[in-house]
């Protein structure tokens, strides 16, 4: 599968944003999406993940409660809304896909998307 992230932006502390990623390819069988942030000078950081079906969802407690993923089978698309964003939010965002139904909280996903820089000035 390819995946295609996009909505990235600057924008201000406490306001929202929401991030899209788009699957094309293998799409037909059941893969959870998963998020990550990578901010300058840092590791990679898991964000959140959803099952195939978009029923389960789980995040980092970093962004419990601001943020909340979704999912449109019908456009193989998953979105990440974003609200209260801080600027420690400020990072390159990156979704990935791993074939299985579940929800999948592991780093070693197959498939990455190219990344969407997301800034949050104070």
């Known amino acids: 599968v390819q995946l295609q992230a996009s909505g990235g932006g600057l924008v201000q502390a406490g306001d929202s944003l929401r991030l899209s990623c788009a699957a094309s390819?293998?799409?037909?069988?059941?893969?959870?999406i998963g998020w990550f942030r990578q901010a300058p000078g840092t590791e990679r950081e898991f964000v959140a993940t959803?099952?195939?079906?978009?029923?389960?969802?789980y995040y980092a407690d970093s962004v419990k409660g601001r943020f909340t993923l979704s999912r449109d089978s019908t456009k193989d698309t998953v979105y990440l809304q974003m609200n209260s964003l801080k600027p420690e939010d400020t990072a390159v965002y990156y979704c990935?896909?791993?074939?299985?139904?579940?929800?999948?909280?592991?780093?070693?996903?197959?498939?990455w998307g190219q990344g969407t820089l997301v800034t949050v000035s104070s």
């Open positions: 959803i099952s195939w079906s978009g029923s389960s969802t």
């Open positions: 390819g293998r799409t037909s069988s059941k893969y959870a």
């Open positions: 990935a896909a791993v074939y299985t139904a579940y929800y999948y909280r592991g780093n070693d996903y197959d498939y």
